[in-house]
């Protein structure tokens, strides 16, 4: 009974908002302690809460898993505040996992039945941890929405806990849409709350985003005292959100400082990402990734920089993949609809309740037959008023049930324009960097050929020649060769990259698509019968003869046909190299063009080749993706292809394939 009392106790004290000042293990034994000699009641059920709550920072995943324990704890003793404070937990768990939609679910249902069960305080603090996920989303209009019922809400119960959390989450949004001022103002009442109710974690955490506002107001000063306030106080309860975001604001400032401090930057940057990695905060991963590959691409670190650009890719991926964005959005439509429904439910029982009222206050004397076919005529301007509505309102959720549709749609074609611009963008600068110690490695590989050449070629005296000396020349000879060739191929992918990366397309001149296809068939497969002589293969041509002409950029459309016809001739040389012996088989390769209504025309390039599994075909337009040994591709051909159809043409390019049996790529142009 003593240890009840105590835990009772507990829990009407703010516990549940904010972690007690002791050491985090410390205070994590002694709740574990508690739970070992708790039996499976309410009061177990609140404490695996505050065990998720204490885990929140610094391991998610042990957040989920009480949040778990909690909620069908709850739901077993029908104790729906229990089932509410899980829910809320769970979501944060989730949302610092890096798991977005079910986070946004779990958040979701957790409002639902705060508002179900009428509890102020719940209600506030679900609509404040929607908030902070859609503002980790970069998604502010919802968020401060969200952040502005929770503050009302903590205003009117008089919760300083609960304020003093939404005052510095609407101050982060502000931020985000660069309304400096308002995020100032949020943000310095938020932190004088946080200093009387001595909430560390909140604390912290605005404590580093004023440094980011006055970073931004041209105060770096301000913006070094708040950044190493934050680190001060947050290292010790190992509040590790709030030391990535300190530690990447340095960083920043040391690189606006100049080259000077560059080492300072990248160190803090580290930090960021440290502290990122170990209170696996991945959004803090993200962008100290990204702004360490961006420190090392200005030192001329490419290794370095590929390093942090391929985690920040990782990173991006993992938040903001297809999947879980389309999750997002239509958890985001539904709620909106569900929203829509329940006001159209509130308005149909308000005018059924009025209804009623009329009828019992007119059934009460016959004198009030007058007002009773009075209100008969007001209900039918009602119910035509509230038909009306009902078809807006249809209408209305078709066009979202649309949008959603395209946005599914859509949501690859950005996602992947998005990656391939951010990482253009760091190739031309790498290519750059390359080209010239490969022009050195080439030409003094040439020039040490020429020198044994001369050696070996001078008249010497065969008996006094030493054979192992003639066999080291030879070898070195054979040495330089290999660089040589290395350094030409190593050449050829860094003019790939060049051209990858190069930006602007040129003025589009209308041309006759059909001789553009015959005349890159024709050179294709010249150039490939050249290194092949006794390569053939059959080759059609189908051309639509009513196609006019049509506004390309004719030397990249001919580079983009020149490579699918000789990837095609590739394709059906290796068949016919993998065929038994006697096994009939021609190699065909087929090009065709043809308008598929008014607006389009399309060129395919159709093959009898190798083919590919269908889990490939989905990299192929990748860069530096290739299926062909190595040696003999750069994996840049496909995707400078796509860059010239999609981007310089507006256009698209597709793949159909099936193993063993064809490859069919797609060229579709607007056609004006």
Request: hydrophobic fraction near 40%.
């Amino acid at each position: 009974m003593k240890t009840v009392f105590v835990l009772i106790l507990w829990w009407l004290s703010p516990v549940l908002n904010t972690p007690a000042t002791a050491q985090p293990d410390a205070r994590l034994d002694s709740l574990k302690r508690l739970l070992a000699h708790t039996p499976p009641d309410t009061t177990r059920a609140l404490l695996l809460v505050q065990l998720a709550y204490e885990h929140t920072q610094s391991n998610p995943l042990a957040t989920i898993a009480y949040s778990k324990q909690a909620l069908q704890l709850a739901q077993q003793l029908n104790f729906r505040k229990g089932v509410c404070w899980a829910l809320i937990r769970m979501g944060s768990g989730f949302r610092e996992a890096g798991n977005y939609p079910a986070a946004l679910q779990v958040g979701l249902q957790g409002l639902h039945h705060a508002e179900d069960l009428g509890d102020p305080e719940l209600i506030g603090r679900a609509n404040n941890a929607l908030g902070y996920l859609y503002w980790e989303q970069q998604n502010s209009r919802p968020a401060l929405a969200y952040l502005l019922k929770a503050k009302a809400v903590a205003e009117t119960i008089s919760n300083q806990k609960l304020l003093t959390r939404a005052l510095g989450n609407i101050g982060n949004v502000y931020y985000q849409l660069n309304r400096l001022d308002s995020a100032l103002l949020y943000l310095k009442q938020g932190y004088a709350l946080d200093l009387i109710n001595k909430d560390l974690i909140s604390e912290v955490g605005d404590a580093a985003m004023m440094g980011n506002v006055y970073a931004k107001l041209g105060s770096p000063r301000l913006a070094q005292y708040y950044y190493r306030r934050s680190i001060r106080r947050a290292r010790p309860q190992r509040v590790t959100f709030a030391l990535c975001r300190a530690y990447l604001g340095r960083a920043r400032l040391f690189e606006q400082a100049g080259s000077q401090f560059a080492d300072s930057a990248i160190y803090s940057g580290k930090q960021a990402l440290l502290a990122g990695q170990q209170g696996h905060y991945p959004k803090g991963v993200l962008e100290a990734s990204q702004f360490l590959a961006a420190a090392w691409v200005a030192r001329q670190d490419s290794a370095q920089a590929f390093r942090y650009l391929m985690l920040a890719s990782d990173t991006r991926d993992n938040l903001f993949s297809l999947s879980k964005m389309a999750q997002v959005q239509a958890l985001d439509v539904s709620e909106r609809l569900r929203q829509q429904e329940q006001t159209d439910q509130e308005e149909k029982a308000a005018a059924d309740r009025r209804q009623l009222w009329l009828i019992a206050a007119l059934a009460g004397a016959l004198p009030a037959l007058w007002l009773l076919w009075r209100n008969n005529r007001l209900k039918q301007y009602t119910n035509l008023q509230l038909n009306r509505r009902n078809a807006q309102i249809g209408a209305q959720r078709d066009r979202l049930r649309e949008a959603l549709a395209e946005l599914k749609a859509t949501q690859n074609q950005l996602m992947q324009r998005e990656k391939m611009a951010f990482l253009g963008e760091l190739t031309a600068g790498i290519a750059h960097e390359l080209q010239n110690p490969l022009n050195f490695v080439k030409n003094f590989a040439d020039v040490s050929t020429e020198l044994v050449e001369e050696m070996t070629s001078q008249e010497r005296d065969l008996s006094r020649t030493n054979g192992v000396d003639q066999e080291f020349l030879a070898g070195l000879k054979v040495n330089l060769q290999k660089i040589s060739l290395h350094g030409q191929r190593a050449s050829s992918i860094i003019r790939d990259m060049l051209e990858h990366s190069r930006s602007g397309p040129g003025p589009g001149q209308p041309t006759d698509l059909n001789a553009l296809a015959d005349e890159a068939l024709t050179l294709a497969y010249q150039g490939f019968c050249v290194s092949n002589p006794t390569f053939k293969a059959a080759l059609t041509r189908d051309f639509d003869a009513q196609l006019h002409l049509v506004p390309v950029i004719r030397s990249d459309m001919v580079r983009v046909l020149l490579n699918l016809c000789t990837n095609a001739f590739y394709a059906v040389r290796q068949r016919q190299q993998q065929m038994p012996p006697g096994t009939r088989y021609e190699p065909a390769v087929t090009i065709s063009t043809r308008r598929t209504n008014g607006h389009d025309v399309e060129i395919r390039v159709l093959d009898n080749g190798i083919g590919m599994p269908e889990k490939i075909c989905s990299k192929v337009f990748q860069p530096f993706f290739t299926t062909k040994p190595p040696g003999e591709g750069t994996g840049l051909g496909l995707s400078l292809c796509f860059d010239i159809v999609v981007q310089s043409h507006g256009g698209t390019l597709g793949v159909k394939s099936r193993e063993g049996e064809f490859t069919e790529l797609t060229i579709r142009l607007p056609y004006r």
